[in-house]
């Protein structure tokens, strides 16, 4: 099983920046591949959106609320993904939260999802 620990969250102030992590740990070596890693985001009394995500193959794509603020990257080496936000702004705030998927050495595809780290942007 592969566990998710996201870390980076805080309290911000409006035109400030966090960088949060996602880590996968556990039985990474039954892992074949991690396909896409993906940054959620749920506000109190709104729906998950998806803010973020990233293919193997480094092609990224954002919601548009993000869209030059926002930078996910990922480092396979490190089976990590981070999220780079920058001039932050008080609708940001959130829990995040992370989900890869990806397929396991013997074939089967698998979804795993991280605890969640709260963001607040507020002065």
């Known amino acids: 099983q592969v566990q998710l620990v996201e870390s980076g969250g805080g309290l911000v102030q409006p035109g400030g920046s966090l960088r949060l992590s996602c880590a996968a740990s556990g039985r990474i070596g039954s892992i074949g591949s991690f396909n896409i890693m993906t940054w959620y985001r749920q506000a109190p009394g709104k729906q998950r959106e998806l803010v973020a995500d990233i293919t193997s193959g480094g092609i990224t794509t954002y919601v548009d609320s993000v869209k030059g603020r926002f930078t996910i990257s990922r480092d396979n080496a490190k089976n990590t993904v981070y999220l780079q936000m920058n001039s932050l702004k008080p609708e940001d705030t959130a829990v995040y939260s992370c989900?890869?998927?990806?397929?396991?050495?013997?074939?089967?595809?698998?979804?795993?999802w991280g605890q969640g780290t709260q963001v607040t942007v507020s002065s």
């Open positions: 989900k890869v998927q990806g397929v396991l050495r013997t074939g089967v595809p698998f979804v795993s």
